[in-house]
């Protein structure tokens, strides 16, 4: 047992990942220039990394779609943060944390949160999109001025993420290989954990306006601790440790890479037709619905004083498309249509 | 004075209106397909005419841009529906007519709505995009079923409406005329109005999380009736019955074509390259985050069972563009940088 304090070991961890990951996309495509990396200091306390992938230029120089790179755009960032909680979030966490405590005359919290969050867009239409989530949470004692920030006792902690991929044309292949390198990172550490997150995914990346889901799911979860968890029955076998959990965080996301990657490279040289690239754009446009209308986390970001909007938004695709009444999609034995069958019907990929 | 029911006025103006902009944009490209009409019935009660242009085929054909359509996407639509609002809905509603009745053992209220609301996206970067919308509202008494829906006694009305310009690049001399030909419409009814109006405009079109407006205003208005109005003062010269607050609700939907039309006329043939283009899809972008993030009215729609999604998500542009950290406008003295100079100060255009 590691006997660094928790904080520390998730952000040796984070920050390995996205190099990690980083090194992975940029080997996908060595031709292509490398990913921005962009370091940022929080004012309020605390540190970043953006890792982004963008071409802007491409679009003024009209050049040729085979010469463009393999990803349209893409950011893998981590935050380490810490502050004070202002009384809507407190109050937000008590649903699922009791242990956070809440007195209404000093009701701002000490907090400590690091995460990696990632969103790949490939530009071919026939690789998907993939998004990936991992982050640490704890609530501290308040302490007195002066004395060094998370030095309180601890009162609450959770980890949460998971990972889920968009396609805009649906290969059963690829759907089977990212759930299958998932649930088996997951049913190392207890075979209740992945049917139990998979329909987390699915639930929670819903459309609700469109009857849809964002993408084909994966996992999803959040609030995973050593108390009783909401999703999970009481005598499953599962991680119930910091420890434990730490270690279950890890294996999803050393999975990231291997879940991913081989689908992208084995669609990326696909050739495409315009009327495909359409296709990807119009569900781009349903990728930024969800984002910005149903998304807790980008909500949550976009009201958050002194938030890092361009981080926040980086998750948006480079271009999105909105049609009228399209047509597109609307035949269920096309292509488009073939995908939309299983947004309306999440499917059991393994 | 007229005999007929305000609510059918209101719908034979609407339906004519419709009819004017719609013939007044056809006019501007007369080589470009004509708009779709698209009638449809609501089931709970009430119809409605969506005249639409798009033209998708231009992604995939790949022409030349000088051959496309002036047009990229618009859509001029009127609703006349009727119904029972949910208590949710009644309870909102109160806090500005105090006169909607709630009655916690039976809330749902009778209403009836006839609005015209538009969204022209025109393809050249140098011509700005424009949004209208004239409401007129009511709320009645129960009646027993199997009297005619209608037949109530009237106990709440108002009216709503507005329009405003979205420019990807500033030309003085069109905001100016834009906002005056809008003046001068308001100042028949009272020069109290268009100030009071064009601040409420620059205030509602705010987009929070980018500290900046969506396009250079124009005017909004809601709860126009003949009760006192919070944004109008008590002494203000201004319609207060029902038929001179029509008059002026006519006054500027007729204004809308010569406000905006000239514009387009004098923009649309200015050439433009590919970097206009590129910032022209990033302030859509804009656009699709204040309706789908901060937009009253497409929120409600999008949480209102039954509502007409295609309908609601029209306003959303053809193409929109998100870049990370994007360099455009930064530059204060580029082009782009004198938009944003007034987007984030509005100012006084008459």
Known sequence: M?????????EEYIVGLQDTIVSALEKLDPNAPPFKRDSWIRTQGGRGQSCVFAVPEASESGS?????PVLEKAGVNISIVHGKLPPAAVKAM????????????????????????????????HAPTCHANYRYFEITESVQEGKESGSGKLLAWWFGGGSDLTPSYLYEEDAVHFHKTIKEACDTHGEAI???FKKWCDEYFLIPHREETRGIGGIFFDDLCDQTHHRLPDDAVRPRTPEDIFKF??????????????IVERRMKTPSTPHERRWQLIRRGRYVEFNLVHDRGTKFGLV??????????MSLPETARWEYMSDMGTDENSEEGKLMKV?????AWV
Do not use: W
């Open 249 to 262: 965080i890890k294996t999803a996301g050393d999975a990231f890479v291997p879940s991913y990657v081989p």
């Open 194 to 196: 992945y049917p139990a």
């Open 304 to 313: 958050t004083p002194g938030a890092r909007i361009e981080s926040i938004l």
């Open 94 to 125: 008590r649903v699922d944390h009791s242990s956070v405590p809440f007195d209404p005359l000093s009701p701002a919290v000490p907090f400590f949160a690091a995460g990696l969050s990632l969103v790949i867009h490939p530009r071919n239409p």
């Open 2 to 10: 590691s006997l660094k304090p928790m904080r520390q070991q998730v």
């Open 64 to 68: 040729a779609h085979e010469n463009l």
């Open 343 to 347: 947004l309306k019907e999440p499917r």
